[in-house]
């Protein structure tokens, strides 16, 4: 603050009172002027300083709300993908495939990855004619004669 804004806050606050004067000491105007002019100044940072603790507790507050929020969406996903796990686990299907169904608790992830299930017709091994079984030797000869054989060479 600019030194006249804090004569003009000392000037506010300042109430001209009349004192009796005390039995005693009494001091000259100019020294208690300076005086009430000093204390005015001390109210005058006081209130900054509250205000701005005040504001560092709402930044605190608003940070806090910002963390409560994030935790909070980082429970959802990571219950979220516990439920794609089991029903991947359940089904058979990948995790990548079922991530991209909707769902929002486990029992309607689990029902749409069965209905995706229920729509890929079962693959079953197949194992081309022809084709011998019998161990080769790792020695390049039997492997030559069996991919000569293979291949019609």
């Not at 009796?20 to 000259?28: I, N, R």
């Not at 109210?43 to 900054?48: Q, S």
């Not at 299930?117 to 790792?138: D, M």
């Given at each position: 603050?600019?030194?006249?804004?804090?004569?003009?806050?000392?000037?506010?606050?300042?109430?001209?009172?009349?004192?009796?004067?005390?039995?005693?000491?009494?001091?000259?105007?100019?020294?208690?002027?300076?005086?009430?002019?000093e204390a005015a100044s001390y109210?005058?940072?006081?209130?900054?300083i509250e205000d701005r603790d005040k504001s560092e507790a709402e930044k605190v507050a608003e940070r806090l709300a910002?963390?409560?929020?994030?935790?909070?969406?980082?429970?959802?996903?990571?219950?979220?993908?516990?439920?794609?796990?089991?029903?991947a686990k359940q089904t058979g299907l990948p995790v990548d495939a079922i991530e991209v169904l909707g769902g929002d608790d486990a029992e309607s992830v689990l029902a749409a990855a069965q209905r995706?299930?229920?729509?890929?017709?079962?693959?079953?091994?197949?194992?081309?004619?022809?084709?011998?079984?019998?161990?080769?030797?790792?020695n390049g000869d039997g492997i030559e004669v069996a991919l000569r054989k293979a291949l019609g060479a």
């Open positions: 603050m600019s030194e006249e804004a804090v004569q003009q806050e000392a000037a506010a606050v300042i109430d001209p009172v009349e004192v009796e004067p005390a039995e005693g000491k009494t001091f000259d105007e100019a020294y208690v002027k300076k005086l009430r002019e109210r005058v940072k006081l209130k900054e910002e963390l409560e929020q994030e935790n909070a969406r980082f429970k959802r996903e990571s219950e979220r993908a516990g439920w794609i796990r089991d029903a995706i299930k229920s729509l890929i017709p079962e693959q079953g091994t197949v194992i081309p004619a022809g084709v011998e079984r019998e161990a080769l030797p790792l």
